[in-house]
């Protein structure tokens, strides 16, 4: 393709030709504007959204819904929470051609049964409305709990996006556990890198850029049917080295920014560089996983920075709606 020809097309249309782009967003508007094949929520994205008077009418929504239900106190709110989610999650169907993610409770990350049945719970409100299970990704962080919990769902054909996941090993043993995606988090670890060093990182010397294309790597070198979604940028240049990324979920922000440059994006990641890598296959057990997570002071610090932070904010949503019942 010519640079005359590329001058015509934003990088946010240059890179749909070779990466999944999904709407990091509770946020309709965005969607319909940017044209995303997928959406993601999680716990904080979902409370900002009942914030704002447009959609508060879904959380009404939930909460008259469930008015006649014979559940009380804890477990009134937590259905109604399983019913938001789920309602925001129909929505972004009518919109995106692909799949949403939905988020189980934070608080469950280190509970394996736990995830289990919120996972076929919320399986359970889309198929009752009608949605297959093709079209949701149900999203447990990626604690050891959390993808032996992925594996068991993946055998009720219930497929799983594995979040906060900010280390190698975690996205070993997904790949091992036959997770259907995970999401690295390349901006909270150039965060972490960045205040703990006092240093600017950009491009690919980008520690966060750094492991998600090794994860890629890895993934397509050995054959792993994982797919690989790039999460959490602070800024295009981000996005861009994980241009063939098997997807990448971008907040409205950048992917305005994408859609209003017209510079050449050049695809940085493909199964046929992988596959001349130098990876060496490993395997983990339980306690080679937690030992060597462990050993990623990083990977410690944000995994539980984010399950910290997405449970403070069910907790708010709890509050909200128990106000508002």
């Not at 799983?160 to 988090?185: K, M, Y």
């Not at 690919?204 to 750094?210: M, R, Y």
Request: a neutral charge.
């Amino acid at each position: 393709m010519s640079t005359a020809t590329l001058e015509k097309v934003s990088q946010l249309d240059q890179l749909k030709k070779f990466t999944r782009v999904v709407a990091d967003t509770g946020d309709f508007e965005s969607m319909r504007a940017y044209k995303p094949q997928d959406a993601t929520t999680n716990p904080s994205l979902i409370l900002a959204a009942t914030q704002k008077p447009e959609y508060g009418y879904l959380l009404d929504e939930a909460i008259s819904d469930l008015k006649g239900s014979p559940l009380t106190g804890a477990a009134k709110i937590e259905a109604t929470i399983d019913h938001l989610l789920v309602l925001f999650g129909l929505e972004i169907l009518k919109i995106v051609p692909g799949r949403v993610s939905t988020e189980t409770d934070a608080r469950l990350s280190f509970n394996r049964e736990g995830s289990i049945n919120k996972g076929r719970q919320l399986i359970g409100l889309y198929e009752k409305n009608g949605i297959s299970r093709e079209r949701i990704l149900i999203k447990i962080a990626s604690t050891w709990e959390g993808i032996k919990a992925a594996e068991e769902l993946r055998k009720e054909s219930i497929n799983c996006n594995l979040t906060l996941l900010f280390s190698f090993p975690q996205a070993v043993a997904c790949a091992e556990a036959g997770v259907r995606l995970i999401s690295p988090f390349v901006g909270r670890i150039y965060d972490w890198y960045k205040a703990n060093t006092g240093k600017d990182y950009k491009g690919a010397d980008d520690p966060g850029v750094q492991s998600v294309a090794r994860i890629y790597n890895y993934f397509k070198k050995f054959g792993y049917e994982t797919e690989v979604m790039g999460a959490s940028f602070r800024n295009t240049g981000q996005i861009i080295h994980l241009a063939g990324s098997d997807l990448l979920t971008i907040s409205p922000n950048l992917l305005e920014e994408l859609s209003k440059s017209f510079e050449p994006i050049t695809r940085m990641l493909s199964p046929e560089a992988a596959k001349a890598s130098d990876a060496q296959k490993i395997s983990l057990d339980e306690k080679t996983f937690r030992f060597d997570f462990n050993e990623d002071p990083m990977a410690v610090d944000k995994t539980a920075e984010g399950i910290r932070k997405f449970s403070a904010d069910i907790v708010k949503l709890e509050k909200l709606i128990a106000s508002k019942m």
